[in-house]
């Protein structure tokens, strides 16, 4: 064997370990480019809810959520920023429906699937009654603690 040949067989080595290392890399960059979100599994009855996400490598930052009404995403409702190294972010301000929620990277859709949240508000009945009752315990307190007191004032 040749010293060349000796030369070509250690090249072929170093040529086949710099594509395993390559190969690899790539598979570990293709594994960080998606992420997986999650949110209510259940209704919600208020207007915010918590999106929770894995940890997002640096390559997918800036990452946003878009909030749509239809599963095409045809409108996007809102498009919210992650700003900083975060594992779950609060969304608020949604009225009574169906929403889909995805997350892009550069206008590329990073996120595995959309998930789905049901808002469904509290009737409106219910919240004035709870109100009322509030009130009248509010008025019933001031009542005793100002009768209380001229009783006091008079005792003296």
């Given at each position: 064997?040749?010293?060349?040949?000796?030369w070509l067989k250690g090249y072929n080595k170093t040529l086949f370990a710099l594509l395993c290392i390559l190969t690899s890399?790539?598979?570990?960059?293709?594994?960080?480019?998606?992420?997986?979100?999650?949110?209510?599994?259940?209704?919600?009855?208020?207007?915010?809810?918590?999106?929770?996400?894995?940890?997002?490598?640096?390559?997918?930052?800036?990452?946003?959520?878009?909030?749509?009404?239809?599963?095409?995403?045809?409108?996007?409702?809102?498009?919210?920023?992650?700003?900083?190294?975060?594992?779950?972010?609060?969304?608020?301000?949604?009225?009574?429906?169906?929403?889909?929620?995805?997350?892009?990277?550069?206008?590329?859709?990073?996120?595995?699937?959309?998930?789905?949240?049901?808002?469904?508000?509290?009737?409106?009945?219910?919240?004035?009654?709870?109100?009322?009752?509030?009130?009248?315990?509010?008025?019933?307190?001031?009542?005793?603690?100002?009768?209380?007191?001229?009783?006091?004032?008079?005792?003296?």
């Open positions: 064997m040749t010293s060349f040949q000796v890399c790539s598979i570990a960059a293709q594994e960080q480019t998606t992420v997986r979100l999650s949110g209510p599994q259940t209704e919600v009855r208020a207007g915010y809810f918590v999106i929770e996400f894995e940890h997002v490598p640096a390559a997918l930052r800036p990452l946003y959520l878009q909030v749509s009404t239809s599963n095409s995403f045809d409108t996007i409702v809102q498009t919210v920023p992650v700003m900083g190294d975060f594992e779950q972010v609060t969304l608020t301000g949604f009225e009574s429906g169906h929403y889909f929620i995805r997350a892009t990277h550069e206008d590329t859709v990073v996120s595995e699937t959309a998930i789905n949240v049901t808002v469904s508000h509290y009737p409106v009945w219910q919240a004035l009654t709870l109100f009322c009752i509030g009130a009248l315990l509010f008025l019933l307190l001031l009542i005793t603690l100002i009768s209380g007191h001229k009783k006091a004032v008079n005792n003296d």
